[in-house]
């Protein structure tokens, strides 16, 4: 089943007393591009995270944000710092003597200067915060991927239906194609017998007929019809894959243009002109649904 490289998947929860959340969002890209927002001294999660992703994703831009908050269970040490508390003390006092300013020194006015606490916090764990965020960012992922597939399905649908669209016009095409040839035959026929109708001269059937057949072998357009549906064959078998077939289904919509464009070189008639801007347009509208194709 193909997959569409646009998609969204988000999980938030509790792992080890932390909470953590993980969004994972992709748009179309010709490559595989990774960018991941962690939080500041977490960045050891990047290349790990960027691994993950890469072993279920091969195409597209995704972006990846991550919070992580503090544990419950990592004990936290807040120590004052003394010398600067007396520095703030006495610099407090030598205002209040100097410009006669009531006293109000308190602790909470104290504790409001910079600087005033130091925290201090054991090193992180890196190896159990990497599985507790890999657990979160699989949740994360399976959302994301199950949208990628439901995507994926609708692209495939839409292409399958143009597809049939064009092979439709295609059939028109072979049989107004014949057509065409027995009109140019039939109007060969009649200019001759205007033309020699005043004089006793018989028509040359054998030159008339080969002029039938150079006509008929420039305005054949066969072997292009058989390819276009050899490549929508190809087409529906890449369209079954499981695999990334993005850009083998790309090449594959370039030959199907060229097909296109060899055939209307080739016609002669007003309506099969018109035919052939028809299955180009479908061709561009497929096209434009296979860049979002993983």
Request: glycine share 4%.
């Amino acid at each position: 089943m193909i997959k569409s490289m646009t998609g969204f998947g988000r999980c938030e929860t509790q792992v080890n007393g932390r909470e953590i959340s993980v969004e994972i969002k992709s748009v179309n890209h010709r490559y595989f591009e990774f960018s991941c927002r962690t939080p500041r001294g977490f960045g050891f999660l990047d290349d790990k995270l960027k691994s993950f992703v890469n072993s279920a994703v091969s195409r597209g831009k995704i972006d990846m944000f991550v919070t992580i908050g503090a544990s419950d269970e990592v004990p936290c040490e807040v120590t004052v710092n003394h010398p600067l508390v007396s520095g703030y003390i006495n610099a407090m006092k030598e205002i209040r003597d100097t410009y006669g300013i009531s006293d109000d020194i308190s602790v909470v006015s104290v504790s409001r200067f910079p600087d005033v606490f130091t925290i201090h916090k054991p090193a992180e764990d890196e190896e159990q915060i990497t599985n507790d965020v890999l657990q979160v960012a699989g949740v994360a992922m399976q959302s994301f991927l199950s949208m990628r597939k439901a995507e994926g399905e609708k692209l495939r649908a839409d292409i399958i239906s143009r597809a049939q669209t064009i092979l439709s016009i295609v059939d028109e095409i072979d049989e107004r194609s014949e057509q065409t040839v027995k009109e140019y035959e039939e109007r060969l026929l009649e200019r001759i017998k205007q033309t020699l109708e005043s004089y006793d001269v018989e028509i040359d059937e054998q030159r008339v007929l080969t002029e039938v057949a150079v006509f008929s072998d420039k305005v054949a357009v066969a072997e292009e019809t058989v390819r276009l549906r050899s490549h929508f064959e190809q087409l529906r078998t890449f369209l079954e894959c499981d695999e990334p077939v993005g850009r083998k289904i790309d090449f594959i919509i370039q030959e199907m243009n060229r097909e296109a464009n060899t055939i209307g070189s080739k016609v002669s008639d007003a309506l099969l002109a018109h035919k052939v801007v028809d299955i180009k347009s479908e061709i561009e509208k497929i096209r434009e649904q296979v860049q979002n194709i993983e």
